[in-house]
């Protein structure tokens, strides 16, 4: 079991950017990757962005790539999304969460150990 927490999120006109950090501490030896999410009120939570732990691979949500960037630190045991450009539209909680296994990156069930989110609110 790891622990995560996020940080980062806040308030900004569109077109600004947003770096969010995940920081995981715990059993980090058998994370495969971690994945990043979005919950707006009264939506399905919705997938972002994943890397691997070593940070060979990333995958991006529809929509998402582009103007989002995945980057895993794991000397640092944190994880990062870069948010450019953002939009109304990209207002939500986001949360990221931790994987053991490879393969079903974008499932939300697929993840075992999750963050408590941090929010992103974006004005026109």
């Known amino acids: 079991q790891v622990q995560l927490v996020e940080s980062g999120g806040g308030s900004v006109q569109a077109g600004a950017s947003l770096r969010l950090s995940c920081t995981i501490s715990?059993?980090?030896?058998?994370?495969?990757?971690i994945g990043w999410f979005r919950q707006a009120p009264g939506k399905e939570r919705f997938f972002v962005a994943a890397?691997?732990?070593?940070?060979?691979?990333?995958w991006y949500g529809e929509f998402m790539k582009g103007r989002f960037t995945v980057s895993s630190d794991k000397a640092k045991n944190t994880v990062y999304l870069q948010m450019d450009r953002l939009q109304p539209g990209d207002t939500a909680v986001y949360y990221c969460a931790a994987k053991n296994e490879d393969g079903l990156w974008r499932r939300p069930q697929m993840y075992s150990d999750w963050g408590q989110g941090t929010q992103v609110t974006v004005s026109s």
């Open positions: 715990g059993r980090t030896s058998t994370t495969g990757g």
């Open positions: 890397v691997t732990w070593n940070g060979e691979n990333t």
